[in-house]
C-alpha cells in the first residue's frame, strides 16, 4: 500500500521538488499553495503520470479552517497521513526600522502560526496510529541571523526551537520531528535579489554555487522516511557549506 504525504506551499520552488520526489518514491500527495494555480495544476498531472495520487488545493496556511478541512479531504482520500512537510513560508527584505507591525504578524502568521495550524490538524491521526514523520522548512537565516530579514529569521528560528521541542514531546508517540534549514536556493523567493546578489552568495559558499529546491527536496524525503527512523530534532543544514 502506498503512503501519503501532506506538503504545504507545494505548487513551485522546494515544495513542488518534494512533492515530486516523493511520488516518485511511490507516495500520494496531498498539497496545499497560495496562488499558483496554473502549477499546482501541473503538478497534479505530473504526479498521476507518475502512477500516484495527487490533490494541490488552493489552502492559506494561516486558515485554520481550510487547513481543517484539506487534513480531513487528505484522511477521505488518501487514508492516513504518514507523513507532514512544512513547507509553506514567505520572505520579505526590509531593514528593521522599516518592518512594520503588519509586516512582522503577516511573517509570524504564516512562516510560525500557519506552521502550528498544519501540525495540529494531522497529529491527532498520527497519535491514534502512534506513528508518523514531520518536517519543518528553516532558513540558514534562521540559524546564523539574516540582515535586512530580522522578522523572516526570527520566524525560521522560532520553526527550529518548535522543531526541537515536538521532537521531544512526541518521541515516546513514535513520531519523529526534523527540520531542514535552505541555504541559498534558485526559487522565485530568491527572486528578490538580483543576479549580482545571488553570484556573491554563491561565492560565499564553499561549494561554490547557490543549491537547487530538488537538492532540497532529496534532504526532506531522507528524513520522512524510515531510512532517518532514529533521527528526531535534528536541524539539517542543505546549504553547500554555506553556515557550518
Ligand atoms: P517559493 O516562494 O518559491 O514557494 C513558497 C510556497 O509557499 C509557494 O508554493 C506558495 O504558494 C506557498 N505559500 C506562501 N504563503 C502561503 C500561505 N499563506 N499558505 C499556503 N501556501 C503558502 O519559496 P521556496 O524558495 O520554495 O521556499 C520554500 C520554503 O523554503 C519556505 O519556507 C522558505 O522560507 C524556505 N527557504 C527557502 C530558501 C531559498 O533560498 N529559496 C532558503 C531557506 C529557506
Redesign the pocket.
Known amino acids: 500500500m502506498s503512503r501519503a504525504v501532506l506538503i504545504?506551499?507545494?505548487?513551485?520552488?522546494?515544495?513542488r521538488a518534494c512533492a515530486l520526489k516523493f511520488a516518485k518514491e511511490g507516495w500520494d500527495v496531498i498539497a496545499?499553495?497560495?496562488?499558483?494555480q496554473h502549477a499546482a495544476q501541473s503538478l497534479e498531472q505530473e504526479i498521476r503520470q507518475m502512477g500516484m495520487q495527487c490533490r494541490c488545493l488552493q489552502?492559506?496556511?494561516?486558515d485554520r479552517a481550510a487547513v481543517h478541512r484539506l487534513v480531513l479531504l487528505a484522511q477521505a482520500e488518501f487514508g492516513a497521513l504518514d507523513a507532514v512537510v512544512c513547507?509553506?513560508?514567505?520572505?520579505q527584505q526590509k531593514l528593521f526600522a522599516d518592518i512594520t507591525e503588519d509586516d512582522w504578524d503577516h511573517m509570524f502568521d504564516?512562516?510560525v502560526k500557519?506552521m502550528y495550524h498544519v501540525i495540529h490538524e494531522a497529529l491527532p491521526q498520527m497519535l491514534d496510529r502512534q506513528a508518523g514523520s514531520i518536517v519543518t522548512?528553516?532558513?540558514?537565516?534562521g540559524q546564523t541571523g539574516g540582515s535586512c530579514e530580522v522578522h523572516y529569521s526570527a520566524s525560521?528560528a522560532a520553526v527550529i526551537g518548535m522543531t526541537k521541542a515536538l521532537a521531544k514531546e512526541l518521541g515516546l508517540s513514535g513520531i519523529r520531528v526534523n527540520c531542514v534549514?535552505?541555504?541559498?536556493?534558485d526559487?522565485?523567493?530568491?527572486r528578490m535579489h538580483g543576479e549580482d546578489v545571488m553570484h556573491a552568495l554563491a561565492e560565499d559558499t564553499p561549494l561554490g554555487r547557490n543549491g537547487t529546491?530538488e537538492e532540497v527536496a532529496d534532504a526532506v524525503y531522507w528524513l520522512a522516511s524510515d531510512q532517518a527512523r532514529f533521527v528526531t530534532g535534528q536541524v539539517i543544514g542543505v546549504n553547500g557549506g554555506f553556515y557550518i
Open positions: 504545504t506551499g507545494a505548487a513551485r520552488g522546494i515544495g496545499c499553495y497560495a496562488r499558483a489552502v492559506d496556511v494561516t513547507n509553506a513560508g514567505i520572505a504564516v512562516n500557519g522548512i528553516s532558513s540558514v537565516w525560521k534549514a535552505p541555504g541559498v536556493i526559487t522565485d523567493m530568491n529546491p
